[in-house]
């Protein structure tokens, strides 16, 4: 396996998981028999990533806890759940000195398989893009936010669903939250992001926007089977995701 020593990934597990109905962080639920968290970890450390950095927040003692069997694990903790780029940036002390990619993933995405991760990275890598997403598939495509391209194809900017259009909305392709990004470049644009948005909220999906309207090249890489990329919400998505994986067809 080919070790990736420039890169360093960022696990974001700092949410509650209220549509749970449990009381445990969500990437501490069990798929089954499996906490969440542990199928992310292990996809990440089978793409060669060695660096590994998880950002904590709810009940972050339990979710710290379950990481004590992976080594090279560091924890920086989100105090307050001020979206994905508010995330990211509280691993900006631990990371202020590399000089790679950070890929972010999302601890409560279980299936995402390490010949993915790969991919997103080395294309990434190749064209030296200082950003890059990973897409997929969603119909219908509610909730998400939608990829936007430009006439050439590549993406222009990711619009979350509440602050889409009605042409927007129609867009059937969609962010999976997997990340890749050019560091410390990424750490500087962060600071420039604002949360002038229906939420309130601090988005990594504003990053990519932030350099294309400066005339820089964003990657985007689409998902053949969309069900890498599901996440785990209610227990509704655990029970669907489980019957999936129990018919084999996640190894495909």
Not at 56 to 73: D, F, H, Q, R
Not at 127 to 140: D, G, W
Not at 186 to 192: A, D, N, Q
Request: charged fraction near 20%; hydrophobic fraction near 35%; glycine fraction near 8%.
């Amino acid at each position: 396996m080919h070790r990736m020593n420039d890169v360093c990934a960022v696990v974001l597990a700092a949410g509650k998981g209220t549509r749970m109905k449990s009381e445990k962080p969500k990437v501490a639920v069990e798929l089954l028999g499996k906490p969440l968290l542990h199928y992310v970890l292990d996809s990440i450390k089978q793409a060669g990533i060695d660096k590994i950095i998880i950002v904590v927040g709810y009940k972050k003692e339990k979710v710290i806890s379950l990481c004590s069997s992976y080594e090279m694990i560091e924890f920086v903790e989100q105090k307050e759940q001020l979206g994905t780029g508010h995330a990211l940036l509280t691993a900006e002390t631990v990371l202020q000195s590399f000089q790679g990619q950070v890929l972010v993933a999302c601890g409560d995405v279980p299936l995402i398989q390490p010949k993915t991760i790969t991919a997103l990275l080395t294309e990434a890598q190749g064209h030296e893009y200082p950003a890059s997403v990973l897409s997929s598939e969603a119909i219908p495509p509610d909730g998400y936010g939608r990829i936007v391209r430009t006439s050439t194809n590549k993406i222009e900017k990711i619009v979350e669903h509440k602050d889409a259009s009605p042409q927007e909305r129609a867009i059937t392709e969609i962010n999976t939250g997997t990340y890749t990004f050019q560091s410390p470049a990424i750490f500087e644009k962060l600071h420039t992001i604002g949360n002038s948005n229906a939420q309130g909220e601090y988005y990594l999906p504003d990053i990519i926007h932030k350099y294309t309207s400066e005339g820089k090249t964003c990657g985007v890489m689409k998902l053949q089977n969309s069900w890498e990329c599901s996440g785990v919400n209610s227990q509704q998505d655990l029970q669907k995701l489980a019957q999936y994986m129990e018919e084999g067809k996640h190894i495909a």
